[in-house]
């Protein structure tokens, strides 16, 4: 199945399916891929998903290619969604679930959105793929085109985790270091794309991403049995995973594959909390805004050390309050140093190892949880979005020190002994 066409979230102008720019040309908002939901109701229910497809494909029936055969041949979703019941239980949850991305091919989630882009940009004759990124989006990219022999050109600032530069490099993208933050990288991208006629899966702006970003939520009703959970906790930057989130759980919804829909909780560090404000604000004006168009949302300053979250001015802002809202979730904000702390807390007590944005996601579900803005009974879902070997430097500071002893049995029985 193709989609039907694009709408703005911003002024709700619609386009059709051969639309070849990627903003709305009337207002200049987002764009999301509209697809016949009505007819997917009817049809028959073998169409999705296809039964033995290892990967986000199987969803073809929602999402947005014919040509299947130009897919990146690495398997790219179905992760892992784990029970974590110790983890719960340590702050009173009987049903917190983890959603292991990390294991994704390039370690992060961001390889969903990769996958559509790619295959969109193969589709399209593009011949070199390029984007902006804070790390995660840029080395998902470089590995995917990697796999398919596609040139990548990806821009990140200097500053990100040494992992995420070293995925780039073994990957053989070239890469651009901006002395700067995500945001001047972006604007580079946006520049040098324009001008050079690349393909620009820069976050937000290119709305083939949100497309790979919604099969989690895919995945998490079919790992349900297609029941919906009653929310998903996700750590939010841009904002196009929350807005990708959303969109897979309403599509299910227009499909009749669930029945009702879930709560987004948005989780952002205090120090980089653009959209959360902005909930808030709307929140306090009492009532739901008529005209998103008239919807600004403040940039920040960021300075939050999970730099995968570090973004001043979310560029899929207005799709995230979206789903925030419209989903009736939660904003909340954690410290830093709560989310640092969530690492060995995730690790020891569920065995799965975040990079600090994912780890936001299970700091804000403690909080939610402290502040009784959960219940008990909830079955929820916290998006564990990157894997923690992407930033060891910052795992290690929370991670304690090793006890280290000369090449001697004797010393190690000592240690033992003390306990
Ligand atoms: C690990 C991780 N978590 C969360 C996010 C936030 O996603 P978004 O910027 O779409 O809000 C990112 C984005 O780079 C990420 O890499
Ligand atoms: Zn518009």
Redesign the pocket.
Known sequence: MSFSGFKCFACAREQPADYAGFVCPACGGNLELLYPYDELKKGPSALFPVVGRPDIFRYAALLPSTRLDLAAPLRIGMTPLYHAKRLGASVGLDHVYLKD??LNPSA???DRAGAVALLRARETGASVIAGA?????GSSMACLAASVGMPCVIFVPEKAPAAKIAQLLVFGAKVIAVRGAYDDAFDLCMKISTERGWFNRN??FNPFTREG?KTCSFEICEQLAWQAPDRVV???????????IWKGMRELHAIGRIDRLPKIDCAQSEASAA?CKAVRQLRAGGRLPSDWNAVTIAPVSATTL?D??S?DI???GLA?VRAVIESGGNAVTVSDEKILAAIPELARQAGVF??P??A??WAALRKMAEEKLVRPGERIVC?I??NGL?DITSARRVAGEPFTVDNNIDAVRRLMDEG
């Open positions: 991305d990390g992060s989630f961001k990124s804070t790390g995660n989006a976050t937000g970003k996700v750590a939010t930057g841009d904002g196009n995973i929350i807005s990708g959209i999970a995968s979250i973004v979310p560029r899929d995230a975040a990079e944005a994912a936001c996601a998006l979005t990157g992407k």
